[in-house]
């Protein structure tokens, strides 16, 4: 792991006046750059070839000879060969050089890899660098390790595929396509072995995901994604937020579930089992007598992090929780940077971190906002690990 002092060192090189905001062009890449250019930081989208065009045309920053920006939120568009090419040591050196400050999301840490994360990549970042690791499903302490030192609530696990015995889903990683899961649901383990077979002779999945895959009992109930924000630098009113909450479109499950029970058992064997694959959020709220049980959600999360990922959590982190019909919510999956659907708040924020702030306050501008404190404030390493 990258040490304190060494990122303390390159901050001390930098001209806090001219920060520059950073990110992998993917996943909640509009999201912080819009919230940068609201805070007044140049934004800069690292981008793979032959995906560049969203970041490098579309979405590009006009601004007046003054600076002043009228039109799109990224500033400069750096094409790479490969997500990962900001791992090479010149590279880094030329971001450092330019007062670099990157923003971690989903597609940082699968492009790049958790170990050249931690130990290679020489970039100040705003979060915690040591808590990226517990996404991966294989690490000893994942997600599920902090949430049960927590005390916090998840799907009770199933050891063995033998003893399902109720609804239960299967998780584990596609065996194609790198950000996307193979999930799949099953009541019994007759139906296990049918529909993993299925997927396997699919190509959606493999034996040695199957093999190390988590199966946990499944809760009934729609889905919430709390888009959290925990501020070090807040002295005065609660240091933890809740900015905005979205629930996502699965593909092919929304299109499954659109269709009638008949026409569904009518289809061939390649398309009876949806996939649940991510492509697009929407906002929502919840019921305010929930909303206190959300905050305390967050606050055990973060005292938890404290203990065994000093310093703990630092910005955004996304709880993926279910609530079921008593109102009690299950947490299954863990974010410890910017959530995947925080693209829901760009331009607009979201009623909660608007009513907050008294202003749009997205996550990305949530985050630009702690950066730019953290640099009037001489306090940078507060923030940036």
Same mark, same amino acid.
Request: net charge negative.
């Given at each position: ?22 990110? !992998? ?17 140049? !934004? ?20 007046? #000879? ?47 890899? @958790? ?62 396509? @790198? ?35 988590? @199966? ?5 109930? #729609? ?24 629930? +996502? ?10 269709? #009638?029970?008949?026409?569904?058992? !009518? ?15 929407? !906002? ?31 910005? #955004? ?47 990305? +501008? ?20």
């Amino acid at each position: 792991m990258i040490a304190r002092d060494e990122i303390a060192s390159i901050i001390e090189e930098y001209d806090r006046l001219k920060l520059r905001i950073g990110m !992998t062009a993917s996943h909640s890449a509009l999201d912080i750059c819009d919230g940068a250019i609201e805070e007044g930081f140049p !934004t800069v989208a690292y981008c793979q070839k032959g995906r560049e065009k969203t970041y490098s045309e579309y979405f590009r920053s006009q601004r007046t #000879p003054s600076g002043r920006v009228r039109r799109g939120m990224v500033d400069k568009a750096v094409v790479l060969d490969k997500f990962d090419g900001v791992l090479n040591p010149d590279f880094q050196q030329g971001m450092r050089d330019r007062n670099m400050v990157y923003i971690p999301n989903r597609s940082f840490t699968s492009y790049c890899g @958790i170990d050249a994360i931690e130990n290679d990549f020489q970039v100040p970042m705003f979060g915690s660098r040591n808590m990226l690791r517990m996404e991966e499903r294989t690490e000893e302490q994942d997600y599920y390790w902090i949430l049960d030192k927590a005390g916090l609530p998840y799907p009770e696990a199933i050891d063995d595929p033998e003893d399902i015995d109720c609804l239960a889903i299967v998780k584990l990683h596609h065996a194609e396509k @790198i950000l996307e899961r193979g999930f799949f649901t099953c009541a019994s383990f007759d139906e296990y072995q049918q529909k993993s077979q299925n997927l396997i002779k699919q190509g959606v999945i493999d034996e040695e995901s199957l093999a190390g895959a988590r @199966i946990e009992r499944y809760v009934i109930g #729609p889905v919430f994604n709390l888009n959290f924000f925990y501020s070090p630098l807040e002295e005065e009113m609660p240091k933890l937020e809740l900015l905005g909450v979205d629930w +996502r479109f699965e593909s092919s499950l929304d299109g499954h579930v659109r269709l #009638p029970a008949p026409q569904q058992m !009518t289809m061939p064997l390649g398309q009876q089992i949806p996939e649940m694959t991510v492509v697009g959020h929407n !906002t929502a709220t919840i019921r305010e007598s929930l909303l206190e049980s959300a905050f305390e959600l967050g606050e055990k999360f973060i005292e938890a992090s404290k203990e065994h990922y000093e310093p703990g959590i630092i910005g #955004p982190f996304c709880l993926q929780t279910c609530i079921d019909k008593d109102m009690n919510y299950s947490i299954y999956d863990v974010a410890p940077r910017v959530g995947g659907g925080t693209n829901v708040h760009v331009s607009v924020g979201h009623p909660y971190g608007n009513a907050t702030w008294r202003k749009p306050m997205s996550s990305g +501008r949530r985050i630009a906002l702690e950066l730019r404190r953290a640099a009037e404030q001489d306090r940078l390493l507060e923030v940036l690990t």
